[in-house]
């Protein structure tokens, strides 16, 4: 036996049917995961306005401790950032600045988790389907060799069973291949509405971590030279 003949025979065995129930429980995952993210998403967004006008008239009257039990309070993507920023308050705004910085970076890997899934579902879905649809094809045209004359296949009535048959197997085969590109594109349009999000997310934190450094920076104005007596 050759190895194509090996393949082929392990493909008439296994059927498209293990392909259905993976591409099904891969479906399953990705509406779990997909839910989760919307979930955080949304928690992690919140009033940047108003945090930020609270937080500035803190700022303001001095009270740093209280802004960042403000920041604390606040499940917000923005707060977390800047509250990394104000804890190095006493090192200067350049160390600030590298503190929300490390803390965007770390933000955003907490965001993304999970999204290489749906990307990579997305991407490849269609291609599991499409294996399906190759195996289902394999098995049609073995049942057209069976059914040809020379094979025991016979003609008339019987002839146009088999010939049933194997529209039916080939039209059972694309179904895998329907079934891969309904799994991939909500997964892709997830993926790119996550990501949109979490860049809104990260940008919209420049609206603290400014204001944060904007008081930081702020220093008394130099006095005037003392009156000639």
């Known amino acids: 036996m050759t190895p194509i003949d090996a393949l082929q025979q392990l493909f008439l065995r296994a059927g498209a049917g293990w392909v259905l129930w993976l591409l099904g429980l891969l479906s399953v ?3 779990a995961l997909t839910v989760e993210r919307w979930l955080v998403l949304r928690a992690r967004g919140g009033d940047l306005r108003l945090l ?49 910085q490390s803390a965007l970076a770390l933000e955003r890997g907490q965001l993304e988790r999970g999204l290489i899934f749906l990307g990579t579902l997305g991407n490849n879905a269609p291609f599991v389907g499409l294996l399906g649809t190759v195996i289902g094809v394999i098995a049609a045209f073995e049942e057209l060799g069976h059914a040809a004359p020379g094979h025991g296949g ?31 594109l909500p ?43």
Do not use: H, W
């Open 29 to 31: 995952v990705s509406v």
């Open 52 to 100: 930020a006008g609270r937080v500035g008239n803190l700022l303001q009257a001095g009270d740093r401790d209280g802004a960042l039990r403000l920041l604390a309070d606040s499940p917000s993507v923005a707060a977390a950032i800047a509250a990394a920023g104000l804890r190095l308050a006493d090192r200067g705004p350049k160390a600030a600045e590298y503190a929300m």
């Open 154 to 184: 016979g003609t008339g009535a019987a002839s146009q069973v088999a010939s049933n048959a194997v529209m039916s197997s080939i039209a059972e085969a694309l179904v895998a291949t329907a079934v891969g590109l309904l799994v991939a």
């Open 187 to 229: 997964a892709v349009a997830a993926y790119n509405a996550f990501q949109r999000r979490i860049t809104s997310l990260c940008q919209g934190s420049e609206a603290l971590t400014n204001l944060v450094l904007a008081y930081m920076s702020e220093k008394p104005g130099p006095e005037g030279p003392a009156e000639a007596r």
